[in-house]
């Protein structure tokens, strides 16, 4: 253990490199990580939390949320749908908004509280219950904040906030069926109902989603039902998207990982002529791994509680448009393995010690 | 030099171990920059790779192809806009269709074949003629799943017979389908039962003028190129995390291997001050350390990118991969440099080595 840490008390700089060097290789997982779980979830977030198992899409919609249109009486056919518990309309479109950093698009959602269909992602306030009432995902929203939708020029009040409910990487609001309705007649009047884009369905205690979505298919006309999962997969694009950071967050990791085993390996053998001197005067090979152990630890250690101030200054400063939180699973996770992975490659070349004779110490090669 | 490359020669597997940590950074940003690139220009090509220097939109659009709702009477206001070379209606329909692969989301553009945003880059076949209906060229990644000319498309109840592809034309990473106006309406009203009997709506204008410049059209937003494509839904944030995370990479990747020799050469203190004890001059040494860097770096630059080419032929075909050679001369620049920046970082410190120390002092 003293060996471990005069040496690393000796060699400052050293170590100050080494740990800067690791430091910025964590930083670099946990940041890409991180960013690219925000972009994902800010694309499907919205489906993903609506409230219910199944979600009912019109035939014609080719499994398409955003084409589907459902005349409103369909709820009601598929409640009687065995398996079905509930069922709640949600309309899905993107509006013109005024929103607190300028006029842009945004993604309006129109569901019911306390039915299925409405969004489970609230962290503060309530879901709208009024005309006048809005929930905000993005776009830095506090709590009494107006938002003006200009196809109907009025202005509604935040009254609710939530976490991982946006659609398209957009600011998303949610709001009272009848809002949806009266932004939809604004920009096309004389359409003779306000169709909905889909029905959400909770399915009664012990039924199996994907048999009670099947049965909504054979059961309503000119519909097709879907698991949720395999509704928020169907949306185009997303199988790239999720494909693409799926790839990238796991040869960072991945990466990441060997380029720290190699560091560790690269200076463990560096110092075996060191090491082969401390055998020769009496250090057993368990000493000299404890002491490489100990290095590591510290290292890793150090540069995780480094990597993680610098994820967390970047993911501070970020101006991407999407909410990005830094997870704690995410930071215990990486470090983790970070340091299982170094420690196996530090003692992987501490055992090649064990086999060198500690005559060469004193002069043979 | 014979120094430094006797050194690279004899100590095999310590450079292996370097330059494949070197490689593995290369490999990673050059990959990261790829899958980038290929989801960026997959979901913009329909408005990158076209004749339309901009796109003119209702006011209320935001800018989407998808939103944007005119009359085909705006062409003509448009074509009078100052600035403005050709106007022509552009009209898009998200759905599904029918093809001889199977059921595939389509993203259908109508064009007047004549006129301003024409795609520019057929491969094969040709785009459909002036006044030619029921016909349509077709995105390549559309051909790649095994669409071919001759072969019919079915969108809605009408089909369209292929007569052409086109490359790098996606638009949201679905594959396009360019057609007429008319014939687009007609696949458009079938979908979309709201819009039966409409017959003079677009979406979108097509202008043809200076490269970059929006020209003013009264009562139109208008848009370049670029900005049309940065307005898809979700196509900036997408953009802007990918850019965050590739410069991110880039530098992180640049102070590593700068780091890593640094310590690489540190660790060598002892080495250096026997040889200046042998009477090594403190140039030679640092060249030698210089050349071993560069020696490396360019090893695992080339390790690096030949991987990364070859990730990009095994991943999904729903993955887009870009390999751009722009991309790889910066990343193999900005490693090399790091790499000699990081081993002169220690030169100050091989030259301060007294080589007494070489016979017995403390370093």
Do not use: C
């Not at chain 1, 995902?137 to 935040?158: C, F, P």
């Not at chain 1, 009266?182 to 994907?210: H, K, Q, T, W």
């Not at chain 2, 002892?270 to 090893?299: C, D, M, N, P, W």
């Amino acid at each position: 253990m003293n060996l471990a840490l005069t040496e690393m008390k000796r060699s400052k700089l050293k170590f100050g490199l080494l740990i800067g060097a690791v430091a910025l290789l964590v930083f670099l997982v946990l940041f890409l990580t991180t960013l690219s779980t925000a972009l994902v979830t800010s694309i499907t977030g919205a489906l993903n939390g609506l409230d219910g198992q199944v979600l009912v899409y019109s035939d014609a919609a080719r499994d398409n949320l955003q084409a589907s249109r459902l005349p409103p009486t369909v709820v009601a056919e598929v409640e009687k749908v065995p398996g079905v518990a509930a069922a709640g309309g949600v309309t899905l479109g993107t509006v013109s908004a005024e929103l607190l950093d300028g006029s842009g698009d945004l993604q309006l959602v129109g569901s019911t509280a306390g039915e299925p269909g409405a969004p489970t992602g609230l962290v503060a306030g309530e879901l709208p219950a009024r005309k006048d009432e809005i929930a905000m995902d993005g776009s830095g929203y506090a709590l009494g904040d107006e938002v003006t939708l200009s196809e109907v020029d009025r202005a509604l009040t935040v009254v609710g906030l939530l976490k991982g409910s946006q659609f398209n990487a957009s600011p998303t609001g949610y709001v009272v069926p009848a809002v949806y309705d009266e932004v939809v007649r604004a920009a096309n009047p004389g359409v003779p109902f306000v169709p909905l884009n889909a029905v959400a369905v909770a399915v009664s205690p012990g039924a199996d989603p994907a048999v009670v979505a099947q049965q909504i298919t054979d059961d309503v006309p000119k519909v097709k039902g879907y698991v949720k999962g395999d509704a928020v997969s169907l949306i185009p694009g997303v199988e790239s998207i999720t494909q693409t950071f799926g790839i990238l967050v796991g040869l960072t990791f991945v990466i990441g990982i060997v380029v720290i085993g190699f560091f560790f390996l690269i200076l463990t053998v560096q110092k075996m002529r060191t090491f082969t001197l401390l055998r020769a005067i009496g250090a057993s090979t368990g000493k000299l791994s404890a002491a490489v152990a100990v290095q590591i630890a510290v290292v890793v250690i150090a540069a995780g509680i480094l990597a993680v101030l610098l994820t967390y200054g970047a993911v501070q400063g970020l101006s991407t448009g999407i909410p990005v939180t830094l997870s704690p699973v995410l930071v215990t996770g990486t470090v983790g393995a970070v340091l299982l992975f170094s420690l196996l490659a530090g003692l992987l070349s501490i055992r090649r010690i064990s086999g060198i004779d500690p005559a060469t110490a004193a002069g043979a090669r | 030099m014979m120094l430094a490359l006797n050194e690279i020669r004899r100590g095999r597997g310590r450079f292996a171990a370097i330059i494949g940590a070197l490689a593995l950074i290369v490999f990673l940003v050059l990959t990261l920059a790829a899958l980038g690139d290929g989801l960026f220009y997959g979901s913009t090509g329909a408005v990158r790779n076209t004749t339309a220097t901009a796109y003119a939109f209702n006011s209320d659009a935001e800018g989407s192809l998808i939103r944007s709702s005119l009359k085909e009477t705006a062409v003509a206001r448009a074509a009078r806009a100052p600035g403005v070379a050709a106007a022509s209606p552009v009209g898009v329909l998200l759905s599904a269709g029918d093809t001889p692969a199977g059921e595939q989301d389509l993203a259908v553009f109508g064009i007047q074949a004549d006129g301003a945003g024409v795609p520019t880059t057929v491969s094969e076949g040709r785009l459909p003629a002036p006044g030619e209906n029921d016909t349509a060229a077709i995105d390549q990644s559309l051909a790649t799943s095994g669409v071919a000319v001759g072969d019919m498309v079915t969108v809605g109840r009408t089909d369209v017979e292929v007569v052409g592809v086109v490359d790098d034309v996606s638009y949201q990473l679905q594959p396009t389908v360019w057609t007429s106006v008319r014939t687009w309406r007609e696949m458009r009203n079938a979908v979309r039962p709201e819009f039966t009997g409409v017959t003079d709506d677009i979406n979108a204008v097509a202008i043809e003028g200076p490269e970059g410049a929006a020209p003013q059209v009264p009562g139109l937003t208008v848009l370049t190129a670029e900005q049309t494509g940065l307005a898809i839904p979700g196509v900036a944030q997408q953009k802007s995390t990918l850019n965050t995370i590739i410069y991110t990479a880039l530098a992180v990747a640049a102070l590593v291997v700068a780091l890593f020799f640094a310590l690489v050469v540190l660790e060598k203190r002892e080495l250096f001050a026997a040889l200046k004890a042998l009477g090594t001059s403190t140039t030679r040494l640092g060249l030698g350390v210089v050349l071993q860097a560069v020696v490396a770096t360019l090893i695992g630059i080339v390790i690096g990118a030949v991987a990364s080419r070859l990730l990009g032929m095994v991943v999904p075909e729903q993955v887009p991969t870009l390999f751009r050679n722009d991309t790889l001369l910066t990343i193999a620049v900005f490693t090399l440099v790091a790499g000699v920046l990081g081993a002169a970082f220690s030169l100050r410190r091989i030259a301060r080595i007294d080589p007494a120390t070489a016979i017995g002092g403390a370093l």
